[in-house]
């Protein structure tokens, strides 16, 4: 099957900089696809060379099989919706939205009538003869949505379109957006540096450092089996162990990650370990409360629900995690 999106060996430099460092990765048609990483990791930066504002220094890109290097944004199949929005704040809603398709010289009733169906997608219908300064953020965020959709790209690009909203918003747009990709069945690449909005709503996630990609997978498989310390500590929050620790606990050097919630915290005397540390802080998080032990100069953080009892800070505890739960990586530092 060919890919809906395919670099291989993709570099973009700047000067010294390499922004992008001989990068591979396919995305499926259909797809939601999530590239994740801080900022400065290069994740932008490939959005940007699939969207074909930035040329690559070296590698090939492929769109639906067909190679884009060289191809301005206007003649590949894919658009792009940006934080800021960039609506004309001049324009009504359907305006906006049907711009691109006044450009292409469509007559106006078909451009109006496909404003109105990318509007009703967004639930927006009804918004048409609004202005951008009389909407809501989420509001404003779903025309650029519809603006990208009415073109019907093959591919969607989004580069942290959720970013300024408050987090109540962020959350309700989330679910919205995976709804609205799985109406239209085309392939979505999403930039994030948010793991929780790459974990919730992508198929697969790449995670992204210094230009490089550092592991690809499914939300689960990034999440529980991450295959370096960057990733274990980048995505959610793991206690990366060191090997010299680790060979205390299982007789093999090498790092480790170990989730805090998998770690089971009892008073101390409750049951026979030889892991027995002493609680240096506690945070409620309401879910949860989240704990730091210091177990023999290693510091462990582990979370318990916030309804169980917990011994306070100071006092002794021990420690206790299924063996599957530590999940190994690197053999060296």
């Known amino acids: 099957m060919t890919s809906a999106v395919s670099l291989q060996k993709v570099s973009r430099h700047f000067g010294l900089v390499r922004a992008m460092d001989e990068v591979d990765l396919d995305v499926a048609p259909g797809e939601f696809f999530a590239m994740l990483g801080p900022s400065g990791s290069g ?4 959005l940007r060379l699939i969207a074909g504002f930035e040329q690559p220094t070296s590698g090939r890109i492929q769109i639906f099989g067909d190679a884009v290097e060289g191809i301005p944004p206007y003649r590949r199949n894919v658009n792009t919706v940006f934080q800021d929005y960039a609506l004309f704040p001049h324009m009504n809603v359907r305006d906006n939205v049907a711009f691109s398709l006044m450009l292409k010289k469509l007559p106006k009733v078909l451009r109006i009538k496909a404003a109105e169906e990318a509007l009703e997608l967004v639930r927006l219908g009804g918004y048409g003869d609004r202005r951008p300064g009389q909407l809501s953020g989420g509001q404003r965020q779903r025309v650029a949505l ?13 580069d ?17 957006l995976k709804a609205l990709q799985k109406t239209l069945g085309i392939t979505f690449i999403f930039v994030t540096h948010d793991q929780g909005e790459a974990l919730s709503m992508a198929d697969r996630v790449a995670v992204f450092n210094e230009g490089r990609v550092q592991q690809i997978g499914t939300p689960e498989e990034i999440y529980k089996r991450p295959q370096s310390r960057f990733v274990a500590d980048f995505v959610g929050s793991s206690n990366v162990l060191d090997p010299e620790f680790v060979y205390w606990i299982v007789g093999e050097k090498r790092w480790a990650s170990l989730r805090p919630e998998a770690i089971h915290v009892m008073a101390a005397g409750q049951s026979a370990s030889r892991m027995t540390g002493t609680i240096i802080s506690k ?14 100069g290693t510091k462990l953080h582990a979370s318990v629900p916030s309804n169980d009892a917990v ?9 206790g995690f299924a063996k599957d739960a530590l999940h190994l990586m690197e053999a060296t530092s």
Request: charge should be neutral.
């Open 146 to 158: 519809a603006r990208a959709i009415v073109n019907k790209p093959k591919v969607l690009l989004l």
């Open 283 to 296: 945070s409620y998080l309401g879910p949860v409360i989240r704990l730091m032990i210091d177990l023999n």
């Open 160 to 176: 942290e379109p959720l970013g300024a909203l408050d987090l109540k918003l962020r959350e309700s747009m989330q679910e919205e």
């Open 311 to 319: 011994p306070a800070e100071g006092e002794k505890v021990t420690l």
């Open 43 to 46: 994740k932008t930066t490939c």
